[in-house]
């Protein structure tokens, strides 16, 4: 799933590209597309973009009267179409938002999930659904709010880092970089976590989304998670950039947590089952 910095880059160009453009229809391409139904969507019709922008893992594209929420989840993009090439019924469409210069977004979803999803919400979308119940971004935590957070939700760090009600924007893949760059295991009890471990946490946390940030303010459209940059996530087998051990994984049925034992465990391997009982 593209997480904070791929999502903040893909908003930038986004902003760039189609700031001031006019709306000319919204047109949902799905049964359960659209997830609100008040405002009516059709409002934002004849309304020009006033930026886009990024909140967690959603993107919002605001027209002053309302805003759209796009959460492209698994494999929802929120790409261009080009001009004359914009079929009534594209095989993978969402959504669509066509505007009066001829251009239009069309939020697709691979796969057979169909979970990415577009609400329409009038004034503040921090105080309305699905934005309302989201942590602060990650990239603008400091340490004694983050520690805070730590001991106020006691869990395992890496399920932590990516509960987006805790703290949004992060989730396996810069779970696992932050983890590795801290040099904390992905299993510690963030209750036991001390101040010292919240400044380096916060210092890694900043670092791998600036160096991703880095990587997609390069691209001219967002990564796949393959060509995403770091030192453990999904290189298990590989030699660890920080010491030479070998990355190691964790797997459960849907995900998995990379880690170097040297760096992050004092050498200890993670028994690699979901009932085993993990270090912490």
Avoid at 129 to 138: F, H, K, R
Avoid at 147 to 161: I, K, N, S
Avoid at 191 to 217: C, F, P, W
């Amino acid at each position: 799933m593209p997480e904070l910095a791929e999502l903040q880059a893909h908003a930038e160009r986004l902003d760039e590209r189609y700031a001031g453009a006019t709306l000319a229809r919204f047109t949902p391409l799905t049964f359960t597309a659209l997830k609100t139904a008040v405002p009516p969507a059709t409002d934002a019709q004849g309304h020009d973009v006033v930026f886009v922008g990024r909140r967690g893992k959603h993107l919002m594209l605001d027209f002053g009267i309302l805003t759209f929420v796009v959460h492209l989840m698994q494999g929802g993009r929120l790409r261009e179409e080009p001009e004359g090439k914009q079929p009534a019924k594209p095989k993978t469409g969402v959504a669509r938002w066509r505007f009066d210069d001829g251009r239009a977004l069309l939020l697709t979803e691979a796969g057979t999930e169909r979970r990415a999803g577009v609400w329409a919400v009038a004034g503040d979308p921090d105080r309305q659904p699905p934005l309302s119940g989201l942590g602060p971004d990650a990239d603008a935590i400091d340490p004694p709010h983050l520690y805070d957070l730590l001991h106020a939700h006691p869990m395992r760090l890496h399920g932590w880092l990516r509960d987006q009600r805790v703290l949004a924007g992060l989730g396996r893949r810069l779970a696992n970089e932050i983890c590795h760059r801290a040099k904390l295991s992905p299993f510690a009890s963030t209750g036991k976590l001390t101040m010292d471990d919240a400044q380096i946490l916060v210092e890694s946390i900043h670092a791998s989304i600036n160096e991703s940030l880095a990587y997609e303010r390069g691209r001219d459209d967002m990564s796949s998670s393959a060509d995403r940059p770091g030192a453990v996530h999904h290189r298990e087998g590989e030699a660890c950039p920080a010491c030479g051990d070998t990355v190691r994984a964790v797997e459960y049925k849907s995900y998995t947590i990379d880690y170097c034992a040297t760096c992050q465990t004092n050498g200890k391997v993670l028994a690699d089952n979901t009932t085993s009982k993990f270090l912490k």
